[in-house]
């Protein structure tokens, strides 16, 4: 791992996301799956890949899609039928959770891949094979690949429901990264400072954008290696908020959830230092806006790029 390269890795984000927009545009690379709204599907990941394909599976059931997303690493994984499709998701193609758990499906023509390395161990196991087109990410840390598998998944979701390919949110979501990146200077300083304490850093999101709270948690650990966790918005008021009345605790939270209300009433009354993203916040000593941040997909993609920031500008 490489924190200079991770730096470069997130500055080619708006670049990396213009040329997917432009494959989208071109072409459904769900095209020739097979999969419909009758599949029972499978989307089996680690570590970042699990946490989009978990918001991906949770969004195809609301529209009443059968979807699960597992760690592959469970012994408890579904069985399959005739109807079932399995999307393996690992950026670097050889996850040994996942490929073990390929293994103990029965036949690769109901399994497709989605990495971001061509001719990686998990193609052989595969059917079929979705490229993420990140490119390579030199720093060492899933990154670009993380948010391209969101889109990619997106992309299913827009398939399914013969709806157009998501090509112009992607172009937003670039447009809107770049912003991030461009104004870090003004944010960053103030950030790092708020949200950098001696009891690790907090970071909340709504169940539909679970994924960045647990992403940009993971970005701290796994690249300046600090102390952080991601929690879900209305379950932080039945988990969380014990430690503020112990802890130095600082919260980052990602807007929009309709259990703001509670997980607020209490960081008003204990003193806690809070920082927003997407959204402002009341009693919030921080709030770190981008264009469009009303829209909740493009939300969904872009918010992550801020403890992105956060952890490299820490490593």
């Known amino acids: 791992m490489d924190p200079r ?7 080619a984000k708006p670049d990396s996301l213009m040329r997917l927009a432009e494959i989208l545009r071109t072409g459904d690379p769900w095209s020739g799956t097979g999969i419909t709204r009758e599949s029972h599907l499978v989307l089996l990941g680690m570590g970042s890949s699990h946490y989009a394909n978990a918001v991906a599976a949770a969004r195809l059931r609301s529209r009443g899609v059968n979807a699960v997303a597992e760690l592959a690493s469970s012994d408890l994984l579904p069985a399959i039928t005739s109807t079932s499709v399995v999307i393996a998701v690992s950026a670097s193609g050889g996850s040994t959770e996942t490929l073990d758990a390929l ?3 029965a036949s690769p023509a109901q399994v497709i891949a989605m990495t971001n390395v061509a001719d990686s161990k998990i193609c052989a196991q595969a059917a079929q094979v979705i490229d993420m087109s990140a490119g390579l990410e030199a720093g060492g840390v899933a ?14 979701e827009a398939h399914l429901f013969g709806e157009p390919m998501p090509s112009d949110l992607v172009q937003r979501t ?9 104004t870090a200077d003004t944010w960053l300083p103030a950030l790092r400072e708020a949200m950098i304490g001696p009891a690790g850093t907090h970071l909340v999101a709504p169940a539909r954008r679970l994924s960045s709270a647990q992403q940009g948690a993971l970005m701290l650990r796994e690249g300046p290696r600090l102390a952080a966790i ?9 988990v969380d908020v014990y430690l503020t009345k112990t802890t130095d605790y600082r ?3 990602f807007a929009g959830s309709r259990w703001e209300p509670e997980l607020l009433r209490w960081v008003k009354e204990r003193g806690t230092t809070l920082a927003s ?19 909740d997909d493009l939300r969904l993609l872009v918010e992550v790029l801020v403890p992105e920031l956060l952890a ?4």
Request: a negative charge; proline letters at 1%; glycine letters at 8%.
């Open 5 to 11: 390269a991770f730096a470069d890795d997130l500055s």
């Open 103 to 105: 293994n103990r499906y």
């Open 143 to 156: 990154c670009r690949s993380f948010q391209h598998t969101l889109i990619l998944l997106l992309a299913l």
């Open 174 to 182: 670039s447009r809107a990264s770049a912003h991030l990146i461009d």
């Open 230 to 238: 991601g929690c879900e918005t209305g379950d932080w008021s039945h």
């Open 251 to 253: 919260l980052l939270l």
């Open 277 to 295: 993203v997407s959204g402002d916040v009341e009693g919030a000593v921080l709030s770190i806006r981008f264009p469009g941040d009303d829209d």
């Open 312 to 315: 490299s500008s820490l490593w």
